[in-house]
């Protein structure tokens, strides 16, 4: 607690000390040509714990040993698949075997090659069951693999799995030549890497930060940016004051730091640029179909109608935000463009109502069925956003007589004591999606016992068997037609009611350039390889 | 009336009671807005002529919000308090009279309930329950009677042997009569006291509920609630931070100014020091 205050206190000092000194003026704005050298310096809430991220399993290993470590395929700045180590793939007639071609001459950045030999190790451990990961179950399916030569590596799978694909975009290879009579779960390793992608580690100092320098051997070819800075502070506000401070590069805000705070402030708008894509995320209003009246369309219908999606937007994201129509992000193929939100219409959720059998016999104001008033609480966990739109919610709801109780509970009680014992009449709650169509766990209804997805117990014969068909379809348009006519399904059944998708926010120094603009659907940081810091407007960068 | 007048502490602490109790009676008509209506284009307003505390992350009136919230803060302090009271000046009628193991049992529970930090008791049983204001003025009362307990007991004690008692009890009146007619009337001074400043540490840790979510629910406002929204815009809409406070920190030291005073004022052995 007293180092938090001793740090701030540093912080302030560090801000006052700012001013005193005359501001360099840095000129951010006209044209630069990318050049190499200089670090970006970037915030980090939590510390990696490891950076074998099979083993780590947090975000922010993951974050770092991304830009380490080369996997077989990646997706691309459509979010689509395409080579990364691997220069092609092909998959057999009956979509059970999978063959990947490497590139040539790769080498790990100490110089030894890179070869299909590593993948078949980096399998191997993955799919160990002494390996402590909890990614291991999409890498069992695999029934087989093999490695033909040095360049080629083989998977055949007992029946076709499309998701696979998407999982050996996932898995980070490893070299064999070092790991080959090491225990993965307590190696060095863990703490010093060796890679073959764009960077390799330089400095880790615990608690406070880490240092990855530009990798001579990397088989990406070399970035501009030739050092990259974690640093660690747990806490945002904490990181934003040192954004202020220019002391990091750049970092994820709110709508109010984004839409109200920094174009306030006419010296934060001058060294900052705002940037926001959609994330892979949307938050939802999700009913219990097994809790009456719940069980029927129209109802759901009903509140669909009477919510109005874009209030929700404009007052709790301030406009950061799209609605949805599908579970999928927007723009990306799977995404279904002819479906469309629910529009705002009270008479019509009222004539839903009607005919589900609610009226107002008594004029109360709400709406009753067999002497029982239509009434029912929202639970949410502790986050704000999602409590402003229940109370959003709460008051469409009450203009067409349906009464809401809005209760916020801790997340650890919210999904042991309501979403794991189905508890619960509505529930405002995210998805964070993965890049493959797959939604099997959440939407069939095989997966309804306790601790699986699928608890707001939805049921429905065509979904199921659109579900079965979209994972063992491994042709990326026959897939596509699966997924578009499963979330047209979804959308007419209404189960959960769409309510956003929230804009991800950064805010970055000006001082970097060559950011992609309009923001492609992989987001910002899908190039930061080519982001480049001229050397006119770089820290004085002297050695810490 | 008289005797506030000549404590100026306790008379400032009497007016602020006063002046919170009159905005809380008559909030419906004091306040200008409905304070849940959700304006969403008008939202984190600065303080103006038409929103004297500016507007809320869903534009409702922040002023409106605080009139109505004020009555929660004090419904939550009086209950609460109230029960605490009862409870606190039964036990502590019982061990004082009776003595003996009856006073060792009661006195050993309130140790035992003294050693546990009250808060996190109030917070564990929230999370059990469903958190409304009801269940929050239970909860508050159930757990900080202890106070009351041990003054009253004290009080008990002394009065115990005083001849008059000594008198009442030859003259074959029953306990009842004895402790509700003799010994509970002689023993009002310290209850009073100790439940005007027990006011204050409720209203306190209701807006610490609420601070934490775990308080009033939605879209009912209380000062708690409403400082609980003003931190999430703190470097910006300062007023959603300060208004709330403000009342809660002048509503507190009201308690406790008034609290104080009539501690002063009603202890006989204060009394020739005044004069």
């Given at each position: 607690m007293y180092f938090k205050y001793i740090f701030l206190f540093f912080v302030l000092l560090n801000l006052t000390s700012c001013s005193d000194k005359k501001e360099v003026a840095y000129n951010y704005d006209g044209t630069f040509n990318s050049e190499k050298g200089g670090t970006l310096i970037d915030a980090m809430s939590g510390e990696p714990s490891n950076l074998i991220s099979m083993i780590a399993g947090d975000s922010a290993s993951s974050a770092i040993s991304g830009n380490i470590f080369n996997k077989l395929i990646k997706y691309d700045k459509n979010l689509e698949l395409a080579p990364e180590i691997a220069e092609k793939w092909t998959i057999s007639s009956d979509q059970k075997t999978i063959t990947f071609y490497l590139k040539k001459n790769l080498k790990w950045s100490d110089g030894h090659d890179l070869t299909s030999e590593d993948v078949f190790f980096t399998w191997k451990l993955v799919t160990d069951d002494k390996t402590r990961t909890p990614y291991g179950s999409d890498y069992k399916l695999v029934d087989r693999a093999e490695v033909p030569d040095l360049h080629t590596f083989r998977v055949v799978y007992k029946k076709a799995y499309a998701p696979a694909l998407d999982s050996w975009a996932t898995l980070q290879i490893l070299p064999k030549h070092i790991l080959k009579d090491e225990d993965i779960n307590r190696t060095f390793f863990s703490r010093k890497p060796v890679g073959s992608s764009y960077y390799k580690l330089a400095q880790w100092v615990n608690g406070e930060k880490l240092t990855l320098e530009a990798s001579p051997s990397s088989v990406m070819g070399e970035p501009n940016i030739s050092n990259l800075t974690s640093r660690f502070i747990p806490d945002t506000s904490s990181q934003f004051l040192e954004l202020i401070a220019d002391n990091i590069d750049l970092m994820n805000i709110n709508p109010i730091q984004f839409a109200r705070v920094i174009p306030s402030k006419p010296d934060l708008k001058n060294k900052l640029a705002l940037y926001k894509e959609l994330g892979n995320s949307y938050t939802y209003l999700g009913f219990n179909s097994k809790h009456l009246p719940f069980n029927d369309i129209k109802v759901r219908q009903a509140i669909n109608y009477a919510i109005d999606k874009q209030e929700i937007i404009d007052g709790v994201l301030l406009g950061l935000g799209e609605p949805v129509a599908s579970p999928y992000k927007p723009g990306t193929r799977w995404s279904n463009r002819t479906l469309h939100p629910y529009p705002y219409d009270k008479n019509q959720a009222l004539k839903l109502l009607r005919e589900a059998g609610f009226n107002d016999t008594n004029h109360d104001g709400i709406l009753e069925k067999d002497g029982k008033p239509f009434t029912f609480e929202i639970l949410t966990n502790q986050n704000k956003q999602r409590e402003m739109t229940a109370v959003l919610i709460q008051r469409r709801l009450k203009d067409v007589g349906i009464d809401v109780k809005i209760r916020v509970i801790e997340w650890a009680s919210f999904v042991n004591q309501f979403i794991k014992t189905g508890d619960f009449d509505a529930v405002i709650l995210g998805w964070s999606l993965s890049l493959d169509p797959d939604q099997y766990n959440i939407w069939h209804s095989s997966q309804q016992k306790p601790g699986q997805f699928n608890f707001i117990g939805y049921n429905n014969k065509e979904v199921d068997q659109l579900l079965e068909e979209g994972r063992t379809e491994l042709n990326p348009d026959k897939r596509e037609k699966i997924y578009h006519a499963f979330s047209k399904i979804l959308l007419r059944d209404s189960p959960v009611i769409y309510l956003y998708a929230g804009y991800g926010l950064t805010a970055m120094s000006k001082r970097i350039k060559g950011i992609e603009s309009p923001t492609p659907p992989a987001g910002i940081a899908y190039n930061s390889y080519e982001w480049f810091i001229p050397s006119t407007v770089r820290r004085n960068e002297i050695a810490q | 009336m008289k005797i506030l007048t000549q404590n100026p502490l306790a008379l400032s602490g009497f007016i602020i009671i006063v002046a919170v109790l009159f905005i809380a009676i008559f909030a419906p008509w004091l306040s200008p807005y409905d304070p849940n209506y959700i304006d969403i284009h008008s939202i984190l307003l600065p303080p103006s002529v038409s929103h004297f505390m500016g507007t809320d992350g869903l534009g409702r009136d922040v002023f409106s919000r605080m009139l109505y919230g004020s009555r929660i803060s004090l419904l939550v302090g009086i209950v609460a308090v109230g029960i605490a009271t009862v409870i606190g000046t039964f036990l502590g009628a019982i061990a004082g009279f009776y003595r003996g193991y009856i006073d060792s049992i009661i006195m050993r529970f309130v140790d035992t309930m003294l050693s546990i930090p009250t808060f996190f008791l109030i917070l564990a049983v929230i999370a059990f329950l469903t958190p409304s204001i009801w269940n929050i003025m239970i909860v508050i009362g159930l757990t900080s009677w202890m106070g009351v307990t041990r003054l009253v007991r004290a009080e008990f004690l002394s009065l115990r042997n005083r001849e008059y008692i000594l008198a009442a009890e030859a003259m074959g009146a029953s306990d009842f009569r004895l402790i509700s007619k003799h010994l509970l009337p002689n023993s009002l001074t310290p209850i009073i006291v100790t439940s005007v400043l027990g006011i204050a540490s409720a209203v306190l840790t209701e807006s610490g509920l609420s601070f934490l979510g775990?308080?009033?629910?939605?879209?009912q406002s209380s000062w708690g609630n409403i400082l609980t929204d003003g931190k999430e815009y703190i470097q910006f809409a300062w007023w959603l931070s300060l208004f709330p406070g403000l009342a809660i920190l002048i509503t507190v030291l009201g308690y406790n100014l008034l609290g104080e005073g009539l501690r002063d004022l009603l202890d006989p052995k204060n009394k020739n020091q005044k004069k």
């Open positions: - | 775990l308080g009033v629910q939605a879209p």
